[in-house]
């Protein structure tokens, strides 16, 4: 547990780090006056990162109340497997909201992605439909009255 | 210096029943749209702006400023009740109401936050009155090195949010000021770490990242739960926690004055925005609170600092707007677009040739305080019991509503994968213990920061940062607010 707990905190900085990689690598090309902010951030941010990296690795040596603040956050942190996979595959719901958004219309989408994500969550039958449909049909009112530009389906809306 | 005879003109002006009617509407529309996370007042003062155009001037900008007090007010409901700010002014709403919703004391947390905006929203009014005949051409003074002095004042506030870990804090800080500066270079326009998607040239857009960091990520962590809060069923099924909060928030008297006018003073600005007011308030409240320890777990102290600072900067945001003609957000520029569009044009000249309008506008300031605590107050009793609503409906409807808020600043698609990624990068942050406000904050003072600096130092080198009396003050200011909590630390040492 210690482990996984360790090797896990490693992810914030390891995309802290990416992130100012990217950073720096596209803005190599520019001028020094674009240059002049993003370089002395991406230096403190390295330097800051490196400091948790070590406090991480040497976490043994650590006070409790620091080595307590680098663990995850129990209540935030999914506990079994089950919880992971809804998590996970709410997420590929949410992506996928976003791949059919622009194909399947505004209000097709809803219905699908409510139709899909209501049972993963854990409601009935019923709930999913009447929810579904009646949520649907709230959010198409609502981008008719606030006029908002949302891409119609091929059923026409 | 104050033309009486054109204030009781003004409030006549205001009291009449087509101006009374646009007022409560316009507080209305403001309330709902507010309520709804993501979902922009500007975007909807923007789309009115044509219908306005039948109305009388006074009674279209009364319109709009009170749209604008009513989404500041409503824009705590879902950062109380599921951590989504329903405006970017409101981030800073969630760091203790929504601990204090998720125990059981979600009425409580509504009242004290209906509470603190009218006071705050009053203290506001009273100022602008008092202060935008004077108080605009202060604003003037505010050069880039002073408003870069201002950012990085907001930033010592990131001490304030990573108490856990101050170098988790001091890290997402700087790498959220990084993810800021993505797009188009304000000097030169190269675009900077884009990579060639042409949606980033603009930088990231504010409204998709909030409900990203906030939003999604909270509703990930809420399919793990049966309702958002376990406890408080009974105690929120009636006025009395409402009307307990709204009490107490009149307790918190130091607390209310001091986030008040330091909210005001930083909506007066042009630029700084409620979002840097209300999370400086917070900063501020906490430095001072005999209970630093319980702040981030449902300290009532937080919230009334927030939401009365949030509140008063909104009111302060008009007197740049209504006396020099510059607004300091999106929102005020809709308003002054309605001006202009009416043939008022706001300016150093606005507080003699349209005196009348000006005091009815800023008169009509005080209404929209008091409709905050009677009709703020009457929709907060149906709004506490979403806490209750099973996440089984709930996360699935919400999320939808936040995909409509992420596509709707931009109406482009684009912004909900955004959101998505901002979502899954919050939900990480708080997994580990990560400070995401301190990380939302950098994002909204990077580019402040940046364009500052680069206009500072381009006018007069880095020397240019030190100059003037304003930007002494400042720096004092941010040596304060570093330094206090290290001695307050050592002196409560000592005294143990």
């Known amino acids: 547990m210690f482990l996984r707990s360790k090797w896990g905190e490693l992810i914030v900085p390891a995309i802290v780090l990416l992130g100012c990689l990217l950073f720096w690598f596209h803005i190599q090309e520019a001028r020094s006056v674009t240059r002049r902010i993003p370089e002395p951030v991406i230096v403190l941010t390295v330097l800051t990162t490196l400091i948790i990296l070590m406090r991480t690795v040497f976490q043994k040596s650590a006070g409790k109340d620091e080595a307590d603040a680098a663990l995850p956050d129990q209540e935030a942190a999914p506990t079994t497997k089950r919880e992971i996979l809804i998590r996970v595959a709410f997420l590929i719901l949410c992506v996928g909201y976003y791949f059919s958004f622009g194909s399947l219309g505004f209000s097709l989408t809803n219905l699908l992605f409510l139709l899909l994500a209501y049972p993963l969550v854990g409601l009935g039958p019923i709930g999913t439909a009447v929810g579904a449909v009646v949520s649907s049909l709230t959010f198409h009112f609502l981008a008719w009255v606030m006029n908002f530009n949302v891409p119609v389906g091929p059923l026409g809306f | ?496």
């Open chain 2, 1 to 496: 210096m104050y033309d009486t005879e054109a204030m009781f003109a003004g409030i006549t002006a205001l009291f009449q029943f087509q101006t009374l009617l646009f007022l409560v509407l316009g507080f209305l529309i403001g309330f709902i749209v507010g309520a709804i996370p993501g979902f922009n007042d500007a975007n909807v003062m923007a789309i009115l702006l044509p219908f306005t155009l039948v109305l009388d001037p006074t009674v279209a900008v009364i319109m709009m400023a009170t749209i604008y007090t009513g989404a500041q007010a409503a824009g705590s409901i879902p950062a109380i009740l599921m951590n989504i700010p329903g405006t970017p002014g409101n981030a800073a709403s969630t760091l203790e109401g929504y601990p204090m919703a998720r125990a059981g004391k979600a009425g409580y947390a509504l009242g004290l936050s209906f509470g603190a905006s009218t006071f705050g929203a009053l203290i506001g009014a009273f100022l602008a009155l008092v202060l935008a005949p004077v108080l605009g051409m202060f604003a003037l003074k505010f050069g880039p090195s002073e408003m870069f002095m201002v950012a990085v004042l907001g930033l010592t506030v990131v001490s304030t949010l990573a108490s856990e870990s101050y170098e988790k804090g001091m890290m997402i800080a700087l790498f959220g000021i990084l993810v800021s500066l993505i797009g188009a270079d304000s000097m030169s326009g190269f675009p900077r770490a884009t990579y060639g998607i042409p949606e980033l040239y603009d930088g990231l857009p504010m409204i998709p990242v909030l409900l990203g960091l906030f939003g999604l990520s909270e509703l990930l962590f809420l399919l793990g739960r049966a309702t958002i809060a376990d406890q408080g069923r009974r105690s929120s099924d009636g006025w009395s926690e409402i009307f307990r909060g709204l009490k107490n928030s009149a307790g918190h008297q130091i607390n209310l004055w001091r986030s008040s006018i330091l909210g005001f003073f930083v909506g007066v600005v042009p630029g700084a925005g409620a979002t840097i007011g209300s999370f400086l308030a917070y900063g501020q409240a906490r430095q001072w609170s005999k209970d630093r320890e319980s702040f981030g777990k449902g300290n009532p102290e937080g919230l009334v600092a927030t939401d009365s600072a949030n509140n008063a900067t909104a009111n302060g945001a008009l007197v740049p707007m209504l006396t020099l003609g510059l607004p300091g957000s999106a929102s005020t520029l809709v308003m002054l677009a309605a001006l202009v569009l009416h043939g008022l044009r706001p300016g150093p000249e606005f507080f003699t040739t349209f005196i009348v309008d000006a005091y009815s506008i800023l008169f009509s300031t005080f209404l929209a305080a008091g409709l905050i605590a009677t009709l703020g107050v009457l929709l907060a009793r149906p709004a506490q019991h979403i806490v209750f609503v099973p996440n089984a409906f709930l996360v699935p409807t919400v999320t939808v509503l936040v995909f409509i808020g992420a596509y709707a600043w931009r109406f482009m698609a684009f912004d909900i994968m955004l959101m998505i990624v901002f979502g899954l990068f919050g939900a990480i942050l708080k997994v580990y213990r990560y400070p995401v406000p301190a990380f939302m904050l950098a994002i909204i003072l990077g580019p402040l920061l940046e364009s500052n600096f680069l206009r500072a130092t381009r006018i007069g080198g880095a020397n240019n940062l030190f100059d003037g009396p304003i930007n002494k003050v400042l720096v004092a200011m941010i040596v304060l607010s570093l330094v206090a909590p290290l001695a307050t630390a050592l002196f409560r040492r000592c005294k143990k």
